[in-house]
């Protein structure tokens, strides 16, 4: 869990992650991350992580005025994302956080004409509330446990 440039609200903290995506293809649709909580022996989805670009080659680029070529698929193939979930502090104090990726839920890249940044992953779908052993046999997969030292 770390600090962010945005602020959780109050009795809430953004847990972060710190990737790099590597594709060959030119518009990959990268995977949904979420935070569960146990809950009756199966995990709760408490959260999902949303996307964000690390950095932007300059302030006009994070605008829309020019075309950021560091965060483009089409033209790098690796690049460095911060996602972040809010997540209430009674959750964090209380419970392990289960970092879990959909392998059939995707976020695509979406360019916004007028967004501030204009280029953003999100998605419309959403994963699974519930997930049972079975989930992970299939369509889930377990990245990380935050507060292991809680179970």
């Known amino acids: 869990m770390g600090s962010t440039s945005r602020k959780a609200e109050k009795n809430s903290k953004y847990v972060e992650i710190s990737v790099k995506i590597t594709s060959k293809k030119k518009n990959p649709k990268l995977p ?25 080659s300059d302030y006009g680029t994070y605008l829309g005025n020019y075309v950021d070529y560091k965060n483009n ?36 890249r979406h360019n916004s004409k007028y967004g501030n940044p204009p280029v953003m992953y999100i998605s419309l779908e959403h994963p699974k509330n519930i997930l049972t052993l079975e989930d992970f046999e299939k369509d889930y997969v377990l990245i990380k446990i935050i507060n292991r030292k809680k179970f």
């Open 32 to 56: 949904i991350l979420s935070a569960y909580e146990i809950l009756n022996g199966k995990l709760k989805r408490i959260s999902d992580f949303k996307y964000e670009f690390r950095r932007w």
């Open 73 to 108: 698929f089409s033209h790098t193939s690796t690049i460095p994302f911060k996602l972040g979930a809010e997540i209430s502090n009674d959750t964090i104090k209380k419970s392990p956080i289960f970092i879990v990726a959909s392998q059939k839920h995707f976020v695509n």
